[in-house]
């Protein structure tokens, strides 16, 4: 594909550093890094850098994810009332 002159080339991004990732699940960066850890987001380290995949930021936000049990009760109460 012929790009005339001064045209740029439009990509979509493949990975997310975790800043950027955060910033779209609007959470802080040390929440991400928690998800990170515990497994629950997958992301890979290159170099120095830790990134997340775009796919796999997009799996994370279509699954169900487990309230812990005092936010939970927490919740109720707030229904209860």
Not at 21 to 50: D, F, N, W, Y
Request: glycine share 2%; proline share 2%; net charge positive.
């Amino acid at each position: 594909m012929k790009r005339k002159q001064g045209e740029m080339m439009e990509h979509k991004k493949l990975a997310l550093s975790v800043a950027e990732a955060a910033q779209m699940l609007s959470l802080c960066t040390k929440t991400v890094r928690h998800l990170i850890a515990a497994k629950e987001l997958p992301a890979r380290r290159i170099g120095r850098r830790v990134v997340v995949r775009v796919a796999d930021l997009e799996a994370f936000l279509r699954r169900d994810h487990a309230i812990p049990r005092s936010d939970a009760e927490a919740t109720e109460e707030i229904e209860a009332a």
